[in-house]
C-alpha cells in the first residue's frame, strides 16, 4: 500500500485508506492523487455563508445558513424535495423571522433614536418605547 501523503485532508484521508490494498498495488502514486483530485468537491461560493456549532446537553450541534444562486439541477431538486411547498414555506418564514429580528427591529430602534434626538414627539405622554429602552 502506497504510503499516505501527509497533505491530505480528513476526506481525502478516508477516500485513500478505503481503497483496497489490491488496487493500491496497481495504482502508482500519481494515478493516486490523480483519482483523489477527481472526487474532490469543488468549493461554492455563496454570497452569504452563515455556520455555527454549539453545545446541547450531550451532544453537539451545529446550524447552517446559506444563500446565493442555486446552481443545481431541477430534477435534483425535485427528488430531494426541496421544491414542495413545506420546506419552502418553512424557509422564508424563517427567513421573514430573521429579517425583521435582525433587520426590522434595529431600524425602528434607529429611527425611534433619531426622532428623540430631534425632540419629535408623535403623542402626548411619555412613550412606551422610552420607558421600555430606557427604564
Not at 59 to 71: H, L, M, P, Q, S
Not at 114 to 135: A, E, Q, Y
Amino acid at each position: 500500500m502506497h504510503d499516505i501523503p501527509a497533505d491530505l485532508d480528513a476526506s481525502e484521508r478516508r477516500l485513500w485508506q478505503s481503497i483496497p490494498a489490491d488496487i493500491h498495488r496497481a495504482l502508482t502514486p500519481a494515478q493516486m492523487l490523480a483519482l483523489l483530485a477527481a472526487v474532490k468537491p469543488v468549493p461554492v461560493r455563496h454570497a452569504l455563508a452563515l455556520r455555527a456549532s454549539f453545545r446541547g446537553l450531550e451532544k453537539r450541534y451545529y446550524t447552517a445558513f446559506f444563500f446565493g444562486e442555486d446552481g443545481r439541477n431541477i430534477e435534483r431538486l425535485r427528488a430531494e424535495g426541496q421544491l414542495d411547498a413545506i420546506p419552502v414555506g418553512v424557509t422564508f418564514f424563517v427567513l421573514i423571522a430573521a429579517l425583521a429580528a435582525y433587520g426590522l427591529v434595529p431600524l425602528l430602534f434607529l429611527v425611534y433614536m433619531v426622532k428623540s434626538m430631534l425632540g419629535l414627539d408623535l403623542m402626548d405622554g411619555p412613550s412606551p418605547i422610552h420607558t421600555l429602552i430606557c427604564g
